[in-house]
């Protein structure tokens, strides 16, 4: 029986490797599409993406400085109360 299951694994064993490389063969050309796609998009759409406003954060460097101190003294208060401005 285990004889069995291992000569039968051992002949499926090529095509598994197939498969294998079949599989990463697609994945490379997918994210070669996606990249490609990034590159065009980026091209045809330049003056749009660069009139968009600059990310900012929701919190200046001065309050995520402060949350960091306030949860150094007291983490379970300093969760749940909100940053003075």
Do not use: G, Y
């Not at 039968?8 to 996606?34: D, G, S, W």
Request: aromatic residues 4%.
């Amino acid at each position: 029986s285990v004889a069995f299951w291992v000569e039968r694994i051992a002949a499926a064993e090529p095509q598994i490797t197939e498969l294998l490389e079949e599989e990463k063969e697609e994945k490379e050309i997918r994210v070669a599409e996606m990249e490609a796609n990034k590159a065009h998009n980026m091209i045809e759409h330049n003056a749009e993406i660069m009139s968009r406003p600059a990310r900012s954060w929701f919190q200046s460097e001065k309050e995520r400085a402060q949350v960091k101190d306030a949860s150094r003294l007291n983490p379970t208060a300093a969760a749940l109360e909100p940053v003075a401005k």
